[in-house]
């Protein structure tokens, strides 16, 4: 397995290759698919041998781009059954600021918009990953984010989308800039410590990052 990174606006789409496999994890802001698609070919991934985009949750950032993949490879778009409504009209839901950075732009970020996609797959419980794309992992709900928020794991690879985010300058792991229920966010922080991902040794979050397990234990609790 190989994990290739590609950043735009800040925020991480993650492709994972499994033999010919490729599975997408997010998939960036709707204006980005395009520039993605090369980017993913300038690294020698052909985007025709996606097999999913899983969207860890439907903000515009993570979900704006999975229509694109969906239309023009027919990749099946996975996502958390509690998001089927933002997927459905393409509009960010409650946005909560968790620190200054998030209170300066959350205007903004509520005001992003996409094409509604629909899912193929849509995940409200602990879901195997390879019948869906050949990729051998999980998918785990978790919802404190959004009500449809997903983590994969996949080998020692953990990808949390914004169940948490790295440091902006630094390695560890802190609170995403927007959470509404905090103590929710980390009881689900410390559920995937504890049972979800025991085996991951790395967690790719969609922003900043990766973050090794021993700096989300410091950050969340043991």
């Not at 985007?47 to 239309?71: E, I, N, S, W």
């Not at 990808?159 to 390695?171: A, C, K, N, Q």
């Amino acid at each position: 397995m190989s994990v290739h990174t590609f950043t735009a606006d800040n925020t991480n789409v993650h492709v994972v290759a499994q033999g010919r496999s490729l599975v997408m994890i997010d998939s960036g802001y709707e204006r980005g698919a395009a520039a993605l698609d090369a980017a993913m070919r300038a690294e020698g991934l052909d985007p025709a041998d996606l097999r999913a985009v899983v969207v860890t949750h439907g903000h515009a950032d993570h979900a704006g781009g999975a229509r694109y993949f969906q239309q023009r490879y027919g990749a099946r778009v996975v996502a958390g059954s509690g998001d089927r409504g933002m997927l459905s009209t393409g509009h960010n839901e409650r946005l909560c600021p968790t620190g200054l950075i998030a209170r300066l732009r959350v205007s903004t970020d509520r005001s992003a918009i996409y094409t509604p996609t629909t899912p193929a797959v849509a995940v409200g419980d602990v879901t195997s990953l390879a019948p869906i794309t050949g990729v051998d992992g999980q998918v785990i709900p978790l919802p404190s984010h959004t009500p449809g928020s997903l983590v994969v794991v996949i080998g020692g690879a953990a990808f949390v989308g914004d169940l948490f985010r790295g440091e902006i300058v630094g390695s560890g792991a802190t609170e995403h800039f927007y959470m509404c229920d905090l103590a929710a966010n980390r009881a689900d922080i410390q559920r995937l410590m504890g049972d979800g991902a025991l085996g991951a040794v790395v967690f790719f979050p969609g922003h900043f990052g990766p973050v090794e397990r021993a700096d989300v234990l410091d950050a969340f609790g043991r």
